[in-house]
Every structure is written in C-alpha cells, then in structure tokens.
C-alpha cells in the first residue's frame, strides 16, 4: 500500500496531449488508476468523456490497452474479456471497467448488476461527474438535487441514486467510494481491490469545472469540500463490512463537517438554489450520516 505521492511509480500511461477539459478530475483519476495498477491491465470504456480523452484515430493518450464500447455494454464486455483471459490462463491482467455515471447508474446499469451476480472478477469504476459530460451535460439518476444540467435548467427536482448501496445490495466483496482529491485512498483502495477476487466497485465523486460551472483552478478544493461538508462520504464496505476512511471518519462528529452551503455556493450549477433548498440539502446530508454511523457501529450492511 502506498502511505505517500512520493513512492509512486513515476510512469505515465495518460500521456501528454489528451482532450480532457483543463481543471478535470477525470484526467486525475485516470493517472491515479495507473499509479496504482501500472499496464497490466485491459480497460473497458463506454461512449463518455473518457472514450473523447484519448484523442481522434490513429492517435491515443492512453498507453494501455482500450475496449471501447457500447454505453450500455461495459459490464457485460468485461465479462467476455475476463471469460477470455480465464480460457487462456491468463491470470496477471486486471480487468477494469471505467465509466461515468449515466453509462453506470442508468443505462449500464444492467449489465454491470448481471456481472455483479455471475461474481466476474473485475473492477468496476464509476467516475461520477454527475451529469451526462461528452454530450453537453444533461441529468444523470446520478445528478444531485436542486443542480442545473441542460435538461434540469431549473435544477433537479430528484434526489441522486445511491448506488454504492445497489452494488452492496449483489453482495460483492468490495465496494469503495473515492475522489482523486484525496489520491492516497484511491489508489490504495485500487491496490486492495487488485487483490481481491469477484466483483469490485469503486464509485468516484468527479468534479468537473466545465458541467460544474466553477473555476478550473478549484478542482482539488472542490473535492475536498465535497468530503469535508459531509455531501461525499469516503467508506468501504469489505464483505458487508462497512468502515469509514480518513478524513470521513472523523467527521462523524456533526459539529466537524463544515456546512454544505460552503460547496454548494462555490458551483455555479447550484446558483438557483434557495435557502430552504439548502437546508434541506443539509438535513439529507445529516440523515444519511446518521445511517452511515449505525452501519459503522453495526459494522455489517
Ligand atoms: C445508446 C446510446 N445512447 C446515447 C448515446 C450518446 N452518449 C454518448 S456519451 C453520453 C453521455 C455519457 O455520460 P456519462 O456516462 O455520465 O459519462 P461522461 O460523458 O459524463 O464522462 C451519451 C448520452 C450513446 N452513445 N449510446
Ligand atoms: S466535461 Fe467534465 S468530466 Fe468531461 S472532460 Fe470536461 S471537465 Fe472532464
Ligand atoms: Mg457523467
């Protein structure tokens, strides 16, 4: 397990030249990936910001090697990518699926619970931007309440899918939710699913200045907001097992997560927001920490 950035490997395998937007947290994530995997792996990637980084044919960014594929599919192409490897003994490459929000919460999401329930072993990432990003930023079942998208423009009216808990509901062995504002715990979390056989989901909170209308320069800031003001919640859930990471975990104390409106205020998203919209915002907040707590102290899902 890695304890600092400094005992990173120094390869690169997201190279100089990618399409993503400037200030993404996906372009991060996806260093991180590599940081904590290297290239013996194959990834798996939908129609998403993701499958526009690496560049227009015969050039990539990406120095690993890519399955790009339908946006529905991801779950079930690992599938047959693992079922390849497995026929022909293979057994030192990891399979990641990595996709975004809409191609895992709504439109993947039924190939990846089929995955999930044949055991697949794989790790599955979700890099949540919160929105449809690649085709101009419409709602996801992943966008939070009250935020702008082009077809929300008077903010969502509904609340964001919890779908760490749909994934803990298939009874994998490891489910884990990340930022790369932290990137220590993402890339132990990878480096601890590695190991482990079945299903694997890592689910990332990615902040996105473009969709998130706030200034390239506050990416880092803005995740740590979102985990300090309690909206994103850093946990894992081992064999049913659920545990709090460093800093959620000491945030348990409810006086020590600083109010949500210090995150919402600073995205231009959330600029139709009223003040009781904030305050409900907050008291979802609260409630799901006070279930968060018990399953800590209960331990088990
Ligand atoms: C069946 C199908 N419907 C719609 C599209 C168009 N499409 C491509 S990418 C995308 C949005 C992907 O959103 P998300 O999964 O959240 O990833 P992001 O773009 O935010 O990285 C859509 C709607 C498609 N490629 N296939
Ligand atoms: S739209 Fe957002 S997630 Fe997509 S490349 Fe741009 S900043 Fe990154
Ligand atoms: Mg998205």
Not at 86 to 100: E, F, L, P, S
Not at 128 to 138: C, I, L, P, R, V
Not at 209 to 231: F, H, N
Request: a positive charge; aromatic letters at 10%.
């Amino acid at each position: 397990m890695a304890g600092s950035i400094k005992e990173l490997s120094k390869e690169e395998y997201l190279l100089k030249g990618h399409g993503a937007c400037a200030g993404c947290s996906l372009a991060i994530s996806l260093r991180l990936l590599f940081k904590a995997l290297g290239n013996k792996i194959v990834m798996v990637v939908p129609a998403c910001c993701t499958s526009v980084i690496p560049g227009p044919y015969p050039y990539t960014s990406l120095a690993v090697p890519v399955q790009n594929m339908l946006f529905e599919a991801t779950g079930a192409t690992a599938s047959g990518v693992v079922a390849a490897f497995h026929r022909r003994g293979i057994k030192d490459v990891t399979v990641v699926g990595w996709a975004g929000d809409g191609g895992t919460v709504d439109i993947g999401i039924q190939a990846l619970s089929g995955a999930a329930e044949r055991g697949t072993d794989f790790i599955y990432i979700c890099y949540d931007n919160e929105a449809y990003g690649n085709t101009g930023m419409q709602r996801s079942g992943a966008t939070p309440y009250g935020a702008w998208t082009t077809t929300t423009p008077t903010g969502k009216k509904e609340r964001k899918k919890d779908t760490p808990f749909i994934m803990a509901a298939h009874r994998i062995p490891y489910i884990a939710t990340a930022c790369s504002s932290y990137p220590i715990d993402f890339i132990n979390k990878l480096r601890k699913a590695k190991e482990i056989e079945g299903t694997k989901y890592i689910h990332i909170l990615a902040p996105c200045p473009t969709g998130w209308r706030y200034d390239t320069s506050k990416t880092v800031e803005i995740g740590r907001l979102a985990v300090q003001t309690g909206m994103w919640v850093l946990f894992e859930i081992e064999n049913g097992k659920f545990k709090f990471n460093p800093p959620s975990n000491r945030l348990i104390d409810k006086a020590k997560r600083r109010p949500v409106k210090e995150y919402l205020t600073l995205q231009g998203r959330f600029r139709n927001l009223t003040e009781d919209d904030i305050e409900r915002i907050q008291k979802w907040v609260d409630e799901d920490w006070e279930r968060y707590c018990k399953l800590a102290s209960n331990q088990y899902v």
